[in-house]
């Protein structure tokens, strides 16, 4: 039951608000992961995503939910936890001397003990099981650590409720202070400028970054620590590579692919099925959701600022082997295709990305989606046109499926037979087959050689 009247207590309608706001904090830091990672710059552990990580962690909401029902059941029955202020600076400082002292160090010996081979094997693997780390990662657990972390984490929050100092701006401050640091430190890229541990030097035992936590991923026995590095220097389980792999990450400059993928936007919709979207309507892109339709909001700011920004970016990057591939996408709609009037600034921005990509070194550029519309660009072929002096190849979606056939047919063969229609694909295939000197005929009666 809720009170009624002046009695009232309005922090039990803070909570559906607040976990509506650490999901959406959790998922800006998802995008800006993924759109970072995917562009190179400052990359740690140079490995793509699995499937498989991508699956396991898509349910990483669970733990907002779950910490929701505890919140709501701490505020209706833990003494002192009602009628809470809006804001109590006592309360506040209290609370991150505690967290910076018994919290932390409660965590770095918590942590040591699951990777105690019994706890490390029934529990603590399915967190290591991702060695590149995502924002994301650092909530995916076993339950039983989830509440362990929870009681953990709410030693400050009972203590200020406890001694009648907490408030609605320390509760929301500390859980938002622990989202930030978890999603942060979980990030595969470094981001953390240099100049901050130069102009406060003790900061570095305050203060982890995102290689620091990258390197506990990696090497698994180092690098315990929460957020504060410190007890890690006191109980000597720093890695020695710390600083070094820090230190190369923020010079790492943005990667060249090898080969590159030209897409564009579908529809305003698209932007939250791309990988820099939501994970679960990525694997789905041909399906529409109710709730997309409550956030036209976000769609409106969406589309404004493709408008206003108005350049190619960044969708994702995948590594076969040797061969790096990225993926870009120019920022317009489907619909902007069919408008004659803006043919040209689309060909601008389909140049300037082969220009770009030529600069890049990159070797193979495809077009995508009606990026090789024969109406707009005849096939790509105007870019070329254009340049002549580009070394990029530039290819269509009919050159990659020439190229694939090409390379199933098995060597020594002397003829082939094409079947049905001759379309783009098969005048392709037998042009390419007779520069092999292969004879190509097909059902009606066309010879080349």
């Known amino acids: 039951m809720v009170n009624q009247g002046p009695d009232r207590d309005l922090s039990y309608f803070l909570i559906l608000p607040f976990m509506l706001w650490r999901m959406l904090h959790n998922q800006l830091?998802?995008?800006?992961?993924?759109?970072?990672?995917?562009?190179?710059?400052?990359?740690?552990v140079d490995k793509g995503l699995e499937f498989e990580q991508v699956d396991r962690e898509r349910n990483w909401d669970d733990q907002i939910i779950f910490n929701g029902i505890l919140f709501y059941l701490g505020s209706r029955h833990l003494p002192g936890a009602q009628n809470l202020p809006l804001w109590r600076g006592d309360g506040f400082v209290m609370t991150f001397l505690i967290h910076a002292g018994p919290v932390e160090f409660?965590?770095?010996?918590?942590?040591?003990?699951?990777?105690?081979?019994?706890?490390?094997?029934?529990?603590?693997?399915?967190?290591?099981?991702?060695?590149?780390?995502?924002?994301?990662?650092?909530?995916?657990?076993p339950f039983a650590e989830h509440i362990a972390y929870f009681i953990l984490f709410a030693i400050p929050m009972v203590t200020m409720a406890f001694t009648g100092t907490g408030s609605v701006g320390s509760y929301l401050i500390y859980v938002t202070y622990i989202d930030l640091m978890n999603n942060m430190g979980h990030c595969n890229f470094e981001l953390i400028p240099n100049w901050i541990f130069s102009i406060f030097p003790p900061l570095k035992y305050l203060m982890y970054t995102p290689s620091f936590h990258s390197l506990h991923h990696t090497q698994f026995r180092t690098n315990y620590s929460l957020f504060m590095p410190i007890y890690d220097y006191i109980y000597g389980t720093m890695d020695k590579s710390t600083d070094s792999l820090y230190e190369s990450s923020l010079k790492r400059e943005e990667e060249s692919p090898d080969v590159l993928h030209l897409t564009h936007?579908?529809?305003?919709?698209s932007i939250y099925q791309l990988p820099v979207g939501f994970a679960s309507l990525a694997s789905k892109p041909h399906t529409s959701t109710w709730y997309l339709w409550l956030m036209w909001p976000v769609t409106l700011w969406s589309m404004l600022l493709t408008w206003i920004y108005g350049r190619t970016?960044?969708?994702?990057?995948?590594?076969?082997?040797?061969?790096?591939?990225?993926?870009?996408?120019?920022?317009?709609?489907?619909?902007?295709?069919?408008?004659?009037?803006?043919?040209?600034?689309?060909?601008?921005?389909?140049?300037?990305?082969?220009?770009?990509?030529?600069?890049?070194?990159?070797?193979?550029?495809?077009?995508?989606?009606?990026?090789?519309?024969?109406?707009?660009?005849?096939?790509?072929?105007?870019?070329?046109?254009?340049?002549?002096?580009?070394?990029?190849?530039?290819?269509?979606?009919?050159?990659?499926?020439?190229?694939?056939?090409?390379?199933?047919?098995?060597?020594?063969?002397?003829?082939?037979?094409?079947?049905?229609?001759l379309t783009k694909v098969a005048y392709a295939l037998a042009f390419s087959l007779c520069q092999r000197g292969i004879q190509v005929t097909s059902q009606r009666s066309l010879l080349l050689k």
């Open 265 to 269: 936007l579908t529809t305003p919709e």
């Open 106 to 141: 409660l965590y770095y010996w918590f942590h040591r003990a699951l990777h105690h081979h019994f706890l490390y094997s029934r529990y603590h693997s399915h967190h290591h099981s991702s060695i590149v780390t995502e924002p994301i990662t650092s909530v995916i657990h």
């Open 313 to 421: 970016f960044v969708v994702e990057r995948q590594r076969f082997e040797k061969l790096k591939l990225q993926t870009w996408a120019i920022p317009k709609y489907s619909l902007q295709y069919f408008l004659e009037w803006q043919n040209e600034a689309i060909n601008g921005l389909i140049e300037e990305a082969i220009l770009e990509a030529e600069e890049k070194g990159v070797k193979v550029l495809s077009l995508g989606l009606l990026n090789q519309s024969e109406e707009l660009n005849r096939y790509g072929g105007l870019y070329v046109h254009r340049n002549p002096q580009l070394k990029i190849k530039v290819v269509d979606g009919s050159s990659l499926a020439v190229a694939v056939i090409l390379n199933s047919i098995p060597k020594g063969t002397t003829q082939v037979l094409l079947r049905g229609n």
């Open 29 to 44: 830091w998802i995008s800006l992961s993924r759109y970072r990672t995917a562009k190179g710059k400052g990359r740690i």
